[in-house]
Nanobody, 118 residues
Framework: VQLQASGGGLVEVGGSLRLSCAAS????????MGWYRQAPGNKRELVAT???????NIADSVRGRFTISKDNAKNTVYLQMSSLKFEDTAVYYC?????????????WGQGTQVTVSS
């Protein structure tokens, strides 16, 4: 399974970006997909996840500013980020969870850098 993340870049405080994560196979096969981020010196943290049935989990730090969605036909998950803050600067990683013969397998994309500046 390959996850191709894109859409990162440099944006001013208060601006918006949309991240995309394209999967190499049907996203129906995943139990859950989501976005995590990691800032320098920090642990990787959950940003938002969306389940196969559409259930959504959003981190408190981004609730009301970020939304996660998916397009099953395009095998793509999106993270719409608005009202960006300095503290949103991080590498954003796409994640997918899928059931395997021995348990749950986790897949990661390569990461896309988001930098929020003044």
């Amino acid at each position: 399974v390959q996850l191709q993340a894109s859409g990162g870049g440099l944006v001013e405080v208060g601006g918006s970006l949309r991240l995309s994560c394209a999967a190499s196979r049907s996203i129906f096969s995943f139990n859950e997909m989501g976005w995590y981020r990691q800032a320098p010196g920090n642990k990787r943290e959950l940003v938002a996840t969306i389940g196969s049935g559409g259930s959504i989990n959003i981190a408190d730090s981004v609730r009301g500013r970020f939304t996660i969605s998916k397009d099953n036909a395009k095998n793509t998950v999106y993270l719409q980020m608005s009202s960006l803050k300095f503290e949103d600067t991080a590498v954003y990683y796409c994640n997918a969870l899928a059931s395997g013969s021995t348990g749950i397998n986790a897949y990661w994309g390569q990461g896309t850098q988001v930098t929020v500046s003044s």
